[in-house]
């Protein structure tokens, strides 16, 4: 039984738990991935013959997995290690191991992408390196038949109007880091916020959907800035140099609810007039009172472009071709887990305002690298905060069998920057070019299957 909570400061202890000692760092990646019917890059389905869940039966079948059902459905497998799960539309996330290297995370995900191509192949399905489904609509794309996803879905269209397009269309990739104390925490945060709009610009990778280009780079980031203003976006509080754990719980307390769980069952806390955490724990639902169990629950839907649990989470990342996957999580060790590091990252976006931090997210995810701030293009701040996680990683000196420290996992990144070429201009300009606005070309240049990347 979960222990109750019944006032702020036992909410507030659930993030001191999550405090490590630097020499117990380490970093997570959660990594979306988009699945499609090979011929055309339509969605595949979660349901039938050739589809999401036939490729987690085979993975069963083939592989060591344990299969987690719902109402007799597989919709996860839990590994040795790591977890895969089913995104509400179907997008397949690998949830990685706490990895101490950047190393590991590579052979954790090289060996997950070669089981699911090896499946994939079965049943003439593959996976795109794109952060966003670019065929389907989202009527056209199934549900994942989930209970948690059949409360948030229709609350989704009350909230905004692209939050239904977050669920089915999306997929990030995600880099989760430690914290050893309150104030590493916050400044940990205060310095991945703040280089949210580079994040965007390097990563954009979403100008597709629908059939057709959407105007953005990041339309997956466009997307997020209209789901639900409740619970998205860039808590202004984050940038305070005396901002803490309590600023956090405050403004998690007011976010409203999605659901409490019982039993494994799932209660919907949606409905009219609805209730925020805050009024769950000082009046109850139902007979139903507030736990920590609860409390860690209600954090995982709160989507801030940095959110804290019992570790920190970078979430502005666009999915990537397999090739840029472990930039992201590579680009936050280098930066995050060294002091010098840590401070030259804040020199580089420190005096921005709050509302131009706001319109820099904008413009990344509209603009990509030639989004300016100021006179300056991010492509150029970009580069400079890669080579301060370039030199992080060199000091951290944490080796393959190759003698290669972690930086590795940046020269394509850093290579793209310097060119001023996102992959989602790349993507635009063989859409209107090459590929001649065909489906199928687009696929055989997206596809995992075409990219040289191990």
Same mark, same amino acid.
């Given at each position: 039984?979960?222990?109750?909570?019944?006032?702020?400061?036992?909410?507030?202890?659930?993030?001191?738990?999550?405090?490590?000692?630097?020499?117990q760092?380490?970093?997570?990646?959660?990594?979306?991935?988009i699945?499609?019917?090979?011929?055309?890059?339509?969605?595949l389905?979660?349901?039938g013959?050739?589809?999401?869940?036939?490729?987690?039966?085979?993975?069963?079948?083939?592989?060591d997995?344990?299969?987690?059902?719902?109402d007799?459905?597989?919709?996860?497998?839990?590994?040795?290690?790591?977890?895969?799960?089913?995104?509400?539309?179907?997008?397949?996330?690998?949830?990685?191991?706490?990895?101490?290297?950047?190393? $590991?995370?590579?052979? @954790? &995900?090289?060996?997950?992408? !070669?089981?699911?191509? =090896?499946?994939?192949? %079965?049943?003439?399905?593959?996976?795109?390196?794109?952060?966003?489904?670019?065929?389907?609509?989202?009527?056209?794309?199934?549900?994942?038949?989930?209970?948690r996803?059949?409360?948030?879905?229709?609350?989704?269209?009350?909230?905004?109007?692209?939050?239904?397009?977050?669920?089915?269309?999306?997929?990030?990739?995600?880099?989760n880091?430690?914290?050893?104390?309150?104030?590493?925490?916050?400044?940990?945060?205060?310095?991945?916020?703040g280089?949210?709009?580079?994040?965007?610009?390097?990563?954009a990778n979403?100008?597709?959907?629908?059939?057709?280009?959407n105007?953005?780079?990041?339309f997956?980031?466009?997307?997020?800035?209209d789901?639900?203003?409740?619970? $998205?976006?860039?808590? @202004? &509080?984050?940038?305070?140099? !005396?901002?803490?754990? =309590?600023?956090?719980? %405050?403004?998690?307390?007011?976010?409203?609810?999605?659901?409490?769980i019982?039993?494994?069952?799932?209660?919907d806390?949606?409905?009219?007039?609805g209730?925020?955490?805050?009024q769950?724990?000082?009046?109850?639902?139902?007979?139903?009172?507030?736990?920590?169990?609860?409390?860690?629950?209600?954090?995982?839907?709160?989507?801030?472009e940095?959110r804290?649990?019992?570790?920190?989470?970078?979430?502005?990342?666009?999915?990537?071709?397999?090739?840029?996957?472990?930039?992201?999580?590579?680009?936050?060790?280098?930066?995050?887990?060294?002091?010098?590091?840590?401070?030259?990252?804040?020199?580089?976006?420190?005096?921005?305002?709050?509302?131009?931090?706001?319109?820099?997210?904008?413009?990344?995810?509209?603009?990509?690298?030639?989004?300016?701030?100021?006179?300056?293009?991010?492509?150029?701040?970009?580069?400079?905060?890669?080579?301060?996680?370039?030199?992080g990683?060199a000091?951290?000196?944490?080796?393959?069998?190759?003698?290669?420290?972690?930086?590795?996992?940046?020269?394509?990144?850093?290579?793209?920057v310097?060119?001023?070429y996102?992959?989602?201009?790349?993507?635009?300009?063989?859409?209107?070019?090459?590929w001649?606005?065909?489906?199928?070309?687009?696929?055989?240049?997206?596809?995992?299957?075409?990219e040289?990347?191990?």
């Amino acid at each position: 039984m979960s222990q109750a909570v019944q006032t702020k400061e036992d909410l507030i202890r659930y993030f001191h738990e999550g405090a490590k000692p630097r020499t117990q760092w380490r970093v997570g990646t959660e990594y979306e991935k988009i699945a499609v019917l090979a011929e055309d890059g339509r969605a595949l389905p979660f349901s039938g013959p050739r589809s999401v869940e036939e490729m987690l039966r085979r993975l069963v079948d083939h592989y060591d997995y344990e299969p987690v059902e719902e109402d007799g459905r597989i919709l996860a497998l839990n590994g040795e290690r790591a977890r895969i799960t089913i995104e509400p539309g179907g997008q397949i996330e690998l949830s990685g191991e706490q990895c101490e290297t950047i190393h $590991c995370a590579h052979r @954790e &995900f090289t060996r997950h992408i !070669d089981e699911l191509m =090896d499946v994939g192949r %079965e049943i003439d399905a593959t996976l795109l390196g794109l952060g966003m489904q670019p065929i389907s609509r989202i009527d056209e794309i199934e549900l994942l038949p989930k209970a948690r996803y059949r409360i948030m879905y229709p609350y989704m269209a009350r909230k905004g109007r692209l939050g239904q397009r977050m669920m089915k269309q999306t997929a990030g990739v995600q880099a989760n880091l430690d914290y050893s104390s309150e104030a590493d925490a916050m400044r940990k945060m205060r310095v991945a916020m703040g280089i949210t709009p580079l994040i965007y610009a390097m990563f954009a990778n979403s100008p597709l959907c629908d059939g057709r280009l959407n105007g953005y780079q990041s339309f997956r980031g466009h997307i997020w800035t209209d789901t639900d203003p409740d619970r $998205c976006g860039t808590p @202004e &509080f984050i940038f305070r140099d !005396d901002a803490g754990f =309590d600023d956090y719980a %405050e403004y998690a307390l007011d976010v409203p609810m999605y659901f409490l769980i019982r039993d494994h069952e799932y209660i919907d806390m949606t409905q009219p007039p609805g209730m925020t955490f805050r009024q769950f724990m000082e009046r109850g639902f139902h007979g139903e009172h507030a736990t920590v169990d609860d409390w860690g629950e209600h954090l995982t839907t709160i989507f801030t472009e940095v959110r804290l649990k019992r570790y920190i989470e970078i979430r502005s990342a666009d999915g990537q071709p397999p090739a840029l996957m472990l930039a992201l999580p590579a680009l936050c060790k280098g930066i995050l887990y060294n002091d010098d590091c840590l401070d030259g990252s804040w020199d580089l976006v420190k005096r921005w305002s709050f509302g131009e931090r706001l319109a820099l997210n904008d413009a990344a995810q509209k603009l990509g690298l030639e989004a300016r701030a100021g006179r300056t293009l991010l492509k150029d701040l970009a580069m400079e905060l890669l080579n301060i996680a370039i030199t992080g990683l060199a000091r951290q000196k944490a080796l393959n069998q190759r003698g290669e420290d972690e930086g590795v996992y940046l020269y394509r990144l850093m290579d793209q920057v310097r060119s001023g070429y996102t992959q989602a201009a790349l993507t635009i300009e063989r859409w209107k070019g090459r590929w001649n606005y065909d489906a199928r070309r687009m696929v055989e240049g997206c596809s995992y299957e075409a990219e040289a990347w191990q």
